[in-house]
């Protein structure tokens, strides 16, 4: 019997209906999956609504990314007032924050003294954290007048959703978005900034064409010897299966995803993030992924960073999540539960 079960299971029709049965298993799993974890869906109408300038005196609104629909003008963005935009997603970082401005605000000034063309605004976005984290940024914002913003959000969405929320709030022809632990150099902004201008085919920062679609992300990959080095067996493994899912279904011309770091040039910023989808952790695996959808070049610099404490990762779920959103980010745009055209 057993001789003529396992002669029998492995004939061409048998493998066939297997093959057939895991497949369809694996696809309404990935259906059910789908529909199971919610997504928001955001209206066009929402991202061109004014928001307030948190505690603001007199009460100032930022200006907004997209262009009203202006009859027969196709552009997509409103014009840059200023040269550069840096977005913080801040989530109870009253400790953290303050280290990561003392550089960033140091940087940007010395910046501005040396040229009077390198105008820029601090954004600093708040969604709900417990700690006073956005009247940390107004009282620090005073030592800096007109340069440091707080937009306060009423709900949670996630670092993704912050970020959308600035970048949508902003003035810059160029957008970078930092984390608010000061994990990256500061200074290594200028790397990102002349790769920047390079794609865009300027050659200096009075060149810059903010019309023109690029996007450049801060690299750790160079670092990676050393963390496997000083990370444990357990989360190198984690680390490694992240990277091989994000490479299997979602971006592949980038090394390292995840980087806090990213450069965006206003046209770009006012096609991507209106489309954008996912706005927890993964968010920047969905960015990358509509970049080599749409083909916009992607370039990837080398960036010096130290592990901070007191990460807001929460260990296994946070990555489960992540290794759910990216699997699903691929799924959904295949299948076309997700589209990339822009929301109505
Ligand atoms: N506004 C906001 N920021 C968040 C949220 N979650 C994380 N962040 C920010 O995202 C950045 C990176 O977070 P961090 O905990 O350092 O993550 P890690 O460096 O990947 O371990 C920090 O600036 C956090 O404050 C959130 O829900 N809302
Ligand atoms: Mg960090």
Same mark, same amino acid.
């Given at each position: 019997m057993l001789e003529f079960l396992s002669l029998?299971?492995?004939?061409?029709?048998?493998?066939?209906?297997?093959?057939?049965?895991?497949?369809?298993?694996?696809?309404?799993?990935?259906?059910?999956?789908?529909?199971?974890?919610?997504?928001?869906?955001?209206?066009?109408?929402?991202?061109?609504? %004014?928001?307030?300038?948190?505690?603001?005196?007199? #009460? &100032?609104?930022?200006? +907004?990314?997209? =262009?009203?629909?202006? /009859?027969?003008?196709?552009k997509r963005h409103t014009n840059g007032e200023i040269y550069l935009s840096v977005i913080i997603p801040a989530m109870n970082e009253k400790e953290r924050l303050p280290i990561m401005l003392d550089e960033c605000c140091k940087y940007l000034q010395s910046r501005s003294k040396s040229s009077q063309d390198f105008t820029y605004e601090i954004i600093i976005v708040d969604d709900g954290s417990s700690d006073g984290t956005a009247d940390l940024g107004v009282?620090?914002?005073?030592?800096? %007048?007109?340069?440091?913003?707080?937009?306060?959000? #009423? &709900?949670?969405?996630? +670092?993704?959703? =912050?970020?959308?929320? /600035?970048?949508?709030?902003?003035?810059?022809?160029?957008?970078?978005?930092?984390?608010?632990?000061?994990?990256?150099?500061?200074?290594?902004?200028?790397?990102?900034?002349?790769?920047?201008?390079?794609?865009?085919?300027?050659?200096?920062?009075?060149?810059?064409?903010?019309?023109?679609?690029?996007?450049?992300?801060?690299?750790?990959?160079?670092?990676?010897?050393?963390?496997?080095?000083?990370?444990?067996?357990?989360?190198?493994?984690?680390?490694?299966?992240?990277?091989?899912?994000?490479?299997?279904?979602?971006?592949?011309?980038?090394?390292?995803?995840?980087?806090?770091?990213?450069?965006?040039?206003?046209?770009?910023?006012?096609?991507?993030f209106p489309v954008l989808h996912v706005e927890r952790w993964a968010f920047d695996v969905e960015l990358l992924y509509l970049c080599e959808k749409w083909r916009v070049p992607v370039g990837e610099v080398c960036v010096r960073w130290k592990e901070i404490d007191g990460s807001k990762i929460t260990p296994i779920w946070s990555w489960l999540q992540m290794g759910r959103d990216l699997v699903l980010i691929w799924f959904r745009y295949t299948v076309g539960i997700w589209s990339d055209e822009q929301p109505k």
């Open positions: 029998d299971l492995f004939s061409l029709p048998n493998l066939c209906i297997f093959g057939f049965l895991l497949s369809s298993i694996a696809v309404s799993s990935l259906f059910t999956l789908s529909y199971a974890t919610p997504w928001v869906r955001r209206r066009r109408s929402e991202y061109l609504k %004014p928001e307030k300038v948190y505690r603001s005196s007199p #009460e &100032q609104t930022f200006p +907004k990314l997209l =262009a009203e629909d202006s /009859g027969k003008s196709h009282t620090y914002g005073l030592q800096y %007048p007109k340069t440091i913003k707080v937009l306060k959000l #009423e &709900q949670n969405r996630g +670092k993704g959703g =912050a970020v959308k929320a /600035g970048v949508l709030n902003c003035a810059g022809k160029l957008i970078l978005f930092a984390d608010a632990d000061g994990a990256t150099q500061f200074e290594d902004f200028e790397n990102l900034e002349k790769e920047i201008i390079r794609s865009t085919g300027g050659s200096s920062s009075k060149e810059i064409d903010e019309s023109f679609p690029a996007v450049v992300v801060g690299s750790r990959a160079h670092l990676e010897a050393q963390s496997v080095a000083e990370r444990s067996f357990f989360r190198t493994i984690l680390m490694h299966g992240f990277h091989s899912l994000v490479y299997l279904f979602a971006v592949r011309s980038v090394k390292d995803t995840q980087c806090g770091f990213k450069l965006f040039t206003r046209a770009i910023a006012a096609r991507l």
